[in-house]
């Protein structure tokens, strides 16, 4: 660990969060926004406050944005506001004794890296991207490579700001006002705008990462390596190719890593926190939409495990390119073409999990809906969010492109079989689920309607996502 840490309080600025100057109405900009994954599209009014005091449920209806960084249409509201949170990214304390950081919750992960990893702290909890803010990563609650180990992020919010439908500001913690907390995580932006959080970073004593990879010769294999003690490390995830047929069927090569301590660096690594940084490179044009077909898939896929799975041995990598190889391509997403993809999450429990996911990868190579990425992991016990999505099970998540006409149907389907399964369908990835399929998968649906209805008689806070599932139980 750096030994630099004198100063037990870090003071980026002093701020006045409840400045008082009037706050200038916010400018109005009308234009056609999406998820990540390009589907579906819809005409939202923006809002883009410079500082805490617009932040105020003047506009409505109102959904807060991050970086639009969801696979859906959580961040966006057809013909009603959408309040961008990217100028709120101010830091505003960091206790270095006990690594609690406070940010305004447009800040997003990669600022956050960016600050703390030379002074020796990491996110205790990481999506695939960095380009996320901490306010999407609360009210989506999600969840990294660690959850078997670490739980949610919210597990490690230690406390949030929410600003109401009536205007007023509550600061919630797992123990203070916690209805409030527990319906804001996965909550999904509809309790209100979260304008600060307070989060627990995790010490680490190097930027870098100890990484081994275990082929797994099938879907058993990938099963049995993601539940093995002996094979487990702090984070855990597998890469699994979605079209291997016959024998192959869910082949996969386990990828697991841990922090590397100071003993485990090569000597080559002279400052254990500085590594190169990747040259980003750009997707310039939407690919045309054959591109990404079931063929396509497959070469890859049979190339991407021969490369991978030779790798038996540990090696080091930097967190970056461990955590976010993605991140290297912006807007990646244009692959997938103009008409877009649909990343489809599912987590059954473990007594359906092997016949669940054998029965998904079946469907998927008789259909050739295609999976370019496909990923494999086993949750840990769920959380207490109450809109939460994961559960103690194995998670499948898949990157289907949108080219074929058939492709929503087929996706109805798939949803019945998981359903069959007590499997549920993550949020923050969803662009179509029906209202009846998401009621079934999220028993605590009513706890948390019983308090949008208290904090928010008049669904002020909605959403394309929460009126496609009637989450407000019908209100709107
Ligand atoms: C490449 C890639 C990899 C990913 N990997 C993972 C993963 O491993 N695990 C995982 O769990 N997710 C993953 N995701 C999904 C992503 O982490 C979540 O969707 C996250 O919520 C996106 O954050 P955002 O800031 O972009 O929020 P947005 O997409 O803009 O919004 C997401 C939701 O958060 C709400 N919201 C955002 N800011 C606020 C605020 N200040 N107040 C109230 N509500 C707010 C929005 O209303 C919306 O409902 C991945 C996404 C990508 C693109």
Redesign the pocket.
């Known amino acids: 660990m750096q030994s630099d840490r004198s100063s037990a309080m870090l003071r980026f600025m002093i701020l006045e969060l409840n400045d008082k100057k009037t706050a200038a109405p916010l400018r109005e900009y009308k234009t056609d926004i999406s998820?990540?994954n390009l589907y579906p599209v819809s005409r939202s009014i923006l809002l883009r406050p410079e500082r805490y005091s617009q932040l105020t449920p003047d506009y409505v209806p109102l959904?807060?944005?991050?970086?639009?960084?969801?696979?859906g249409d959580?961040?966006q509201n057809s013909d009603r506001y959408v309040m961008l949170?990217e100028r709120l990214n101010r830091m505003i304390a960091f206790d270095e004794e006990t690594g609690i950081l406070r940010a305004e919750?447009?800040t997003t992960l990669g600022e956050i890296l960016e600050i703390f990893v030379p002074r020796g702290w990491f996110l205790p909890v990481t999506?695939?991207?960095k380009?996320?803010?901490l306010?999407?990563?609360v009210?989506?609650d999600?969840?990294?490579k660690n959850h078997h180990r670490d739980g949610t992020f919210s597990k490690h919010v230690q406390g949030l700001e929410v600003i109401l439908a009536d205007g007023s500001k509550r600061w919630c913690t797992p123990k203070q006002d916690s209805e409030l907390f527990w319906a804001t995580v996965g909550g999904?932006?509809l309790t209100?705008?979260?304008?600060e959080v307070a989060l627990q970073l995790t010490p680490i004593e190097s930027a870098y990462m100890v990484v081994k990879h275990h082929p797994a010769a099938h879907l058993e294999e990938a099963i049995s390596i993601l539940s093995s003690l002996e094979k487990d490390d702090h984070y855990s995830v597998a890469w699994i190719d979605c079209l291997a047929t016959g024998k192959q069927m869910g082949r996969s090569v386990v990828m697991n890593g841990h922090h590397a301590q100071l003993h485990e660096l090569p000597s080559n690594i002279k400052d254990p926190f500085k590594f190169k940084s990747r040259a980003p490179f750009s997707i310039p044009l939407f690919a045309p939409a054959w591109l990404l077909n079931s063929w396509t898939i497959k070469g890859f896929n049979e190339i991407y495990y021969r490369m991978q799975s030779r790798k038996m041995d540990k090696f080091i990598i930097d967190y970056d390119r461990y955590f976010y190889p993605?991140d290297a391509i912006s807007n990646w997403n244009k692959l997938y073409g103009k008409k877009g993809f649909v990343q489809y999450q599912f987590v059954v429990p473990l007594h359906t999990a092997a016949a669940a996911l054998q029965q998904v990868l079946t469907f998927l190579t008789t259909n050739r809906l295609g999976s370019f990425l496909g990923v494999l992991k086993k949750f840990g016990k769920a959380g207490e969010g109450l809109l939460s999505f994961p559960f103690e099970g194995f998670t499948l998540a898949l990157d289907i492109p949108l080219g074929n006409k058939k492709t929503l149907a087929l996706l109805n389907a798939l949803d019945e079989l998981v359903l069959k399964h007590e499997g549920r369908i993550?949020l923050?990835?969803d662009a179509r689920m029906k209202p009846e399929t998401f009621r079934a998968m999220y028993p605590r649906l009513d706890g948390w309607q019983r308090v949008k209805e208290e904090i928010d008689p008049q669904n002020k806070f909605s959403?394309d996502?929460s009126r496609r599932l009637e989450m407000d139980g019908g209100a709107r």
């Open positions: 998820g990540w959904i807060a944005r991050g970086c639009g960084r969801s696979y959580a961040a949170m919750a447009g999506p695939g991207t380009f996320v803010t306010g999407g990563c009210a989506a999600v969840h990294g999904m932006g209100g705008i979260i304008s993605l993550y923050a990835k959403s996502l």
